[in-house]
């Protein structure tokens, strides 16, 4: 609870001190002054006292009005030079403290508060223990020993809860953002709900705070949601990084991957039918490719191995072939090396004449801002005409009689410009065809050593003892086999790395199936209790105070924001849109009595404070703003302060208060702030 | 039959290097004034050694051996350029320098104007630094040897 008891304002001058006291009733108070009288001063200094200034857009003395900064009017058109100033706030929960807080004062920073362990204003208690305390430094909000805040959260016994904020971190709700749901202000608090939140990078700041003050359990949830999105995203991380590692091992044997999913996904058949290689000029799944292998190998270690000698025929003619096929791959591999020789050249006679594009480029440049300065001061040449004679010369130091006419400097600038993204271009060209010859190269190059190697040992065994077992069906058999080895070996390598797949895939599954539990409406009963009743209650509300705009059967709460919308055929839209400036006035009256009525009645946060600055807005019906203080007339539970003019008009006031008899009046004079000897407690 | 195709024949304007841009050779003519000449005078002869030397890097090395071993460095291969004498002549009917007793002087607007375009860093770097490390070591003198070496 926090019960606003008393507050004194106090200027001192260089003609005296000015002051104004008021003690507030523990329910309905009504603060009549004129519009000029000080009572935005007033409750300006109520939320100075509470550290509260941020609703007003500002921090410290800054927000304030000159009449506490620079100096006190008293009486009309006399101004008196304020020396020091200050406020003093004595507030309730369930025990009373006393806040004294500088305004201006030459040796005491605005952001130092003072803490009166008890009443210094209504019981005027002596002796009292008092705290020094800081606000907006680094842990006010937090340091509950001396953060004014943290110590007024505690005080309060508000239990702030732990949010995300823009960055991903997670830390206390300031206690600033809950304030602008039963406070509003004057200049910004009538533009929307909950308009005056301070900007400190809270995620979904007003959800929070709705959250917070009706107690909802889904706050939990959004946590959770958030927690979840995490998760995931690390997923998502693990499974690209894996996949990376993945085809690196599967280029080692030339193995294509295909069918792999680059963001995680439930994977059913997660085997290696993913992978295929190219053999023999066909495309096989790794298994067959492996059985293949396997085939080749039993069938070679079935045949008996032929001597050389009943090979000889067969190796002579392996052996023409095979040089005809050497013979044609030198061939195309001294072409293509030539092709790449030239293209190389070729391109470095363009980067050269790049280097030249760029040198002249940088003087054309500098001759533009020679020429540039030169204006400045004033010289003819820049002006393209003769310092003398004053004829239009051409910007050129070429003889004037040339009938070429050169480029003005930018025209030259742009072209230097164009020549420079052409061959800019071209190189790039250049660069990719080379690589793709090169690659090309180096293909034919392996082709051929291994050619070579397989000639020379037929040429070997060629020589050999007849007898002898033909060489190169061994090694034939030997390169199979070791084929096989390494192909085997790769396998089990990546059977393991797919094993880390599956198991990401079912993470993935389990985080998909608990995103679908935090689907947007999830509230427990409490809370779709709590919501029912907040759109019950801004109902009858809004209708009793008068609402027109829209039919009332279409009107709702919203479940993703908790504010107040209009709910069509098929669309929902803010109640803002489409209703009329007095009407969303009387949305604005509903709902912060409703957020208090439910918060009330059904276990809420809320503080049971209401205090509402000028809420007869644009040209409210007097009738409208009396069935608003009756309404506020029967909140026995909390404490209203109302801040009106009433249109500056006794008639209005005694039209608009028919009928409400349980208020404490305060009256305002002409000016808040009276030299002492007059000021009395109203 | 009279099948007269008229074709047509647009000039277009031709790119220019920027040394040919009046004001961008004054205000090269201007800085030699400024750092490289006592008195901030020079003789035409030395302003067109100067600008030969700003057409390249090539050339300016060879400017800077030649002051540190004139005997190691042949340079009779530079030339004088019509182009310089026109920009002069703007240069003076501007009152960025003037003539006297046979040399070229740098005014007080023309002082002005060159420092205010070293006020920016980027504006004629490489010159600004090759005149910066020769100083004054170019004199009159070390002109009229090279200009010598022509007659023979």
């Known amino acids: 609870m926090l019960e606003i008891r008393a507050i004194k304002i106090v200027a001192n001058t260089i003609n005296g001190i000015f002051s104004s006291e008021f003690e507030f009733d523990s329910g309905f108070n009504i603060i009549r002054g004129n519009n000029t009288s000080g009572k935005s001063t007033l409750l300006q200094s109520i939320l100075y006292g509470l550290g509260m200034e941020e609703l007003l857009d500002g921090k410290n003395e800054k927000t304030m009005q000159s009449t506490l900064k620079d100096s006190v009017e008293y009486p009309k058109g006399t101004l008196h030079k304020i020396i020091e100033s200050h406020v003093i706030l004595e507030i309730r929960n369930k025990e009373t403290i006393t806040i004294k807080r500088t305004v201006i004062n030459q040796n005491k920073s605005s952001k130092l508060v003072e803490v009166f362990d008890g009443s210094l204003l209504i019981d005027k208690e002596e002796n009292l223990e008092i705290k020094p305390m800081w606000l907006h430094d680094k842990g006010g909000a937090s340091n509950v020993k001396f953060g004014f805040h943290a110590f007024l959260a505690e005080f309060l016994e508000l239990k702030l809860p732990d949010v995300y904020y823009s960055k991903g971190d997670l830390k206390k709700l300031y206690i600033q953002t809950i304030f602008p749901s039963f406070i509003i202000e004057q200049k910004k608090g009538w533009a929307d709900f909950l308009m005056t939140i301070p900007f400190y990078g809270t995620r979904n700041v007003k959800n929070r705070v709705i959250e917070y003050i009706l107690n909802l359990d889904v706050f939990e949830n959004e946590k959770e949601k958030i927690e979840l999105n995490i998760e995931k995203s690390n997923l998502i991380d693990k499974w690209k990084y894996l996949r990376t590692d993945l085809f690196e091992v599967a280029n080692r044997g030339g193995i294509d991957i295909d069918g792999l999913p680059t963001m995680p996904d439930v994977l059913t058949n997660l085997d290696y039918s993913y992978f295929t290689i190219y053999h023999e000029n066909e495309r096989l799944n790794l298994s067959n490719f492996l059985g293949k292998l396997n085939t080749r190998y039993e069938e070679l270690t079935n045949e008996p191995i032929s001597t050389t000698g009943e090979r000889l025929g067969e190796i002579n003619s392996l052996i023409r072939y095979n040089q005809n096929e050497l013979d044609t791959l030198s061939l195309n591999f001294d072409l293509i090396s030539r092709n790449i020789r030239l293209e190389r050249d070729k391109s470095e006679i363009y980067r050269n004449q790049l280097l030249e594009v760029r040198e002249e480029l940088k003087e054309n440049k500098d001759a533009k801002k020679i020429y540039s300065l030169g204006a400045t001061i004033e010289l003819a040449i820049p002006q393209e005409k003769c310092p003398t004679c004053n004829q239009k010369i051409k910007d050129s130091l070429l003889p004037q009689s040339s009938t070429h006419t050169p480029m003005h400097l930018d025209e030259n600038i742009g072209y230097l410009q164009a020549q420079e993204k052409m061959i800019i271009a071209y190189l790039a060209g250049q660069e990719k065809g080379i690589k793709d010859k090169e690659l090309e190269a180096n293909n034919f190059y392996s082709r051929i050593n291994t050619l070579r190697n397989e000639i020379r040992q037929m040429k070997k065994e060629l020589i050999e003892d007849e007898r002898m077992p033909s060489i190169t069906k061994i090694e034939e058999r030997i390169k199979l086999k070791s084929r096989i080895d390494f192909y085997s070996e790769l396998i089990e390598a990546l059977e393991i790395k797919l094993e880390a797949f599956r198991d990401l895939s079912k993470r993935w599954q389990r985080i998909l199936r608990k995103e679908k539990k935090f689907s947007k409406n999830f509230f427990s009963p409490y809370d779709i209790q709590k919501l029912k009743k907040l759109e019950d209650n801004f109902k009858a509300l809004v209708s009793k105070f008068g609402y027109r705009s829209k039919p009332l059967f279409n009107i709702k709460i919203s479940k993703n924001k908790y504010l107040p919308i209009v709910e069509g055929d098929s669309i929902k839209y803010d109640i803002r849109f489409d209703s009329s400036a007095s009407d969303m006035i009387r949305s604005i009256w509903s709902y912060t009595c409703s957020l208090y009525k439910v918060s009330r009645d059904l276990n809420g946060n809320h503080p049971n404070l209401l205090v509402f600055d000028e809420p007869a807005q644009q040209s409210m019906s007097n009738d409208s703003f009396n069935k608003f203080l009756l309404e506020l007339e029967t909140y026995k539970n909390a404490q209203v302060l109302l801040f009106a003019s009433f249109n500056n008009s006794d008639e209005d006031f005694l039209n608009t208060t028919e009928g409400v008899v349980d208020f404490k009046l305060h009256k305002i004079g002409d000016k808040l702030l009276k030299p002492n000897r007059e000021s009395e407690i109203n | ?152």
């Open chain 2, 1 to 152: 039959m009279d099948n007269s195709t008229r074709i047509t024949f647009t000039k277009r304007p031709i790119p220019i290097p920027a040394e040919y841009r009046p004001l961008y050779k004054i205000a090269q003519l201007l800085q030699v004034l400024y750092l490289s000449s006592r008195g901030k005078k020079a003789s035409l002869l030395k302003l067109h050694l100067f600008s030969w030397a700003f057409k390249s890097k090539k050339n300016m090395q060879k400017l800077e051996s030649y002051i540190k071993s004139p005997a190691a460095i042949d340079l009779r291969l530079w030339g004088l350029e019509p182009s310089l004498n026109r920009a002069l002549v703007y240069a003076i009917s501007d009152n960025l320098c003037r003539y006297e007793k046979g040399n070229y002087v740098l005014t007080n607007l023309g002082e002005e104007f060159i420092e205010l375009i070293y006020s920016d860093n980027d504006i004629l770097k490489e010159q600004r630094v090759f005149l910066n490390t020769i100083g004054k070591s170019v004199t009159e003198k070390l002109v009229n040897n090279i200009s010598k070496s022509w007659k023979s």
